[in-house]
C-alpha cells in the first residue's frame, strides 16, 4: 500500500487532492501532517482510520520534518507560499529519499528547487514540481500545444480567478494565498523576451486576452510565476514567455496592486497586508487606515489608466462596505505560436466558468488540488521515470493526465476550447 504523506493536509487544496488520490490510488493510506493537528484530525476521520490519519509537524524543525514523511512512497507539498516553504521540504525528501511533489507557483521557488536537480537525481528521487492548475495542468496544455508545432517561438499561460464564493461552503481565502499573490504583485517580475531572461514591473504590463464565455475579452497582467523559470528549459529555441494573471472582478487588481505597493515600499509588514486581505475576502471591516488608502489609490489608479469602467468602481466601494456584487468568474488560457510546414500557426486551448452557486463549475480548489492527484498517480505508477526536480512539461504525456483528469472531475473534450489559427 501506497503511502503518501500530504505536508499542510488540513488546506483546503490539500482536502480535494486527499479526496482525490483516495479516488485515483485505492492501495494509498494519508498521512495528513499539519501544524494544525487538530484540523487535520477531523478531515482524517472524514476518510475513515484505514485510509488516512493525522500528524503535527512544523516544516522548520527538520527533524520532526524527516520523522514525518519516513518511510512514505511520496510527500505532497501542500504549504505555501512556496518561496518559503518548497527547500525544507525538498531537502528533507532527499535526505529521506523519498519522491516530492508539490503545487508550487511562484518564480523564485521554482529556480530555488531547480538548483536541487542533482542532488535530488543523485538521491534517487523524482520531484515534480509546480503541479497545481497554472503552473501544471496549463504546463501539460502546452505541450500539447507544442506538439502541433514543428517549432516553438511564443508561449502565453494566463489564468483568472475571483473571490471564494460564500456559496461553497469552504473557508474563504488563506493566508498562504494572499501572501503569495502580493509577493508575486510586488517589484520586479522575470519573462522571456527575445530567448532571454529579462525584469519587468510586476503587474504593470497588461494585456488584453480573449477567453471563451463568460468571461470574454478581459485584461490580464504580467507578474511573478514558476513556468518563467520552467518552460525555457524544455522547449529550446522558445523566443517569448508571458505568465499572465488577473482577478474577477477588475477592481481586485487594483486591491492587490496597492496593497502590494504597501508592503514593497515598507509601509506595512506583510503579515498585516495578509490580515487585511483576509479581513476583506470575508466580507469583515478590516483595520489599517494606510491600507485601505492604499487600496484606494490602486483602485483610482485602474481609473486613470482606463482599466475600470465607472461602474466597476462603484461595485469596488459595495465591496468594501461588504456588499459584495456581481459572481465569481475563473478562467485559464494556454497559447502556443510557432512553424508547421513552413506556415505560422498559433495553438491556443481556453476556458471559463463560474465559480460556486448552481451553475459553478470552475472551482478553483478542485481545479488546483486535483490535478497534483493526477500527477502523483502517475508517479507512484512509474510513468514517470525521470529522476531530479522536473516540472510537468517535462515528463507528463498529455494524452495519459487527460484521461486520468476525466476519471475524477467532470473533464470532456470540449472542456478546453481549442483553435489553431494562421499568423
Known amino acids: 500500500m501506497h503511502r503518501i504523506t500530504i505536508i499542510g493536509g488540513a488546506g483546503d487544496m490539500a482536502q480535494v487532492a486527499a ?9 494509498c493510506r494519508l498521512v495528513l501532517a499539519d501544524f494544525n493537528r487538530e484540523k487535520a484530525e477531523k478531515i482524517a476521520n472524514s476518510h475513515g482510520p484505514s485510509r488516512a490519519e493525522a500528524v503535527f509537524v512544523d516544516i522548520y524543525d527538520p527533524g520532526v520534518l524527516r520523522e514525518v514523511i519516513r518511510g512514505s512512497d511520496l510527500v505532497a507539498n501542500c504549504t505555501g507560499p512556496y518561496y518559503r516553504t518548497g527547500r525544507p521540504v525538498v531537502e528533507a525528501c532527499i535526505d529521506e529519499e523519498v519522491d516530492y511533489i508539490d503545487l508550487g507557483d511562484d518564480e523564485e521557488s521554482a529556480l530555488d528547487l531547480l538548483s536541487l536537480h542533482e542532488l535530488a537525481r543523485e538521491a534517487g528521487i523524482t520531484a515534480l514540481i509546480c503541479c497545481g492548475v497554472a503552473p501544471g495542468l496549463v504546463n501539460v496544455v ?34 498562504a494565498v494572499f501572501e503569495h499573490m502580493v509577493h508575486a504583485c510586488m517589484g ?41 523559470a520552467t518552460m525555457p528549459r524544455y522547449f529550446p529555441g522558445v523566443r517569448n514567455v508571458r505568465t499572465m494573471g488577473s482577478l474577477y472582478p477588475p477592481y481586485f487588481n487594483g486591491v492587490f496592486r496597492g496593497v502590494a505597493n504597501a508592503v514593497d515600499k515598507g509601509k506595512v509588514e506583510m503579515n498585516q497586508a495578509v490580515r487585511f486581505l483576509l479581513a476583506l475576502d470575508a466580507g469583515a471591516n478590516p483595520r489599517g487606515l494606510r491600507l485601505y488608502l492604499s487600496v484606494l489609490w490602486g483602485v483610482v489608479t485602474q481609473l486613470l489608466r482606463r482599466e475600470l469602467k465607472a461602474r466597476e468602481f462603484f461595485a469596488f466601494l459595495k465591496e468594501v462596505a461588504g456588499r459584495p456584487s456581481g459572481r465569481s468568474i475563473g478562467a485559464i488560457l494556454v497559447a502556443v505560436e510557432g512553424i508547421k510546414d513552413g506556415k505560422r500557426l498559433r495553438v491556443q486551448a ?13 472551482d478553483m480548489d478542485d481545479w488546483t488540488g486535483t490535478p497534483l492527484a493526477v500527477f502523483a498517480s502517475m508517479l507512484l505508477e512509474g510513468l514517470i521515470e525521470d529522476k531530479g526536480v522536473l516540472a510537468p512539461e517535462a515528463c507528463v504525456d498529455p494524452e495519459e493526465f487527460t484521461r486520468r483528469m476525466a476519471a475524477v472531475m467532470p473533464i470532456t473534450e470540449d472542456t478546453l476550447q481549442v483553435e489553431i489559427r494562421e499568423l
Do not use: M
Open 188 to 228: 520586479k517580475c522575470g519573462t522571456i523576451r527575445d530567448g532571454k531572461r529579462v525584469e519587468i514591473p510586476s503587474f504593470r504590463s497588461g494585456h488584453v486576452l480573449e477567453f471563451p464565455e463568460p468571461l470574454g475579452a478581459y485584461k490580464l497582467f504580467e507578474l511573478g510565476h514558476a513556468e518563467v
Open 142 to 175: 502546452a505541450r500539447e500545444c507544442a506538439q502541433q508545432l514543428d517549432e516553438v517561438e511564443n508561449i502565453d499561460l494566463a489564468w483568472v480567478t475571483g473571490s471564494t464564493p460564500p456559496e461553497e461552503g469552504k473557508e474563504k481565502g488563506g493566508a
Open 350 to 362: 481556453a476556458n471559463a466558468g463560474y465559480q460556486g452557486g448552481p451553475e459553478g463549475d470552475f
Open 19 to 27: 479526496g482525490a488520490f483516495l479516488a485515483l490510488i485505492p492501495d
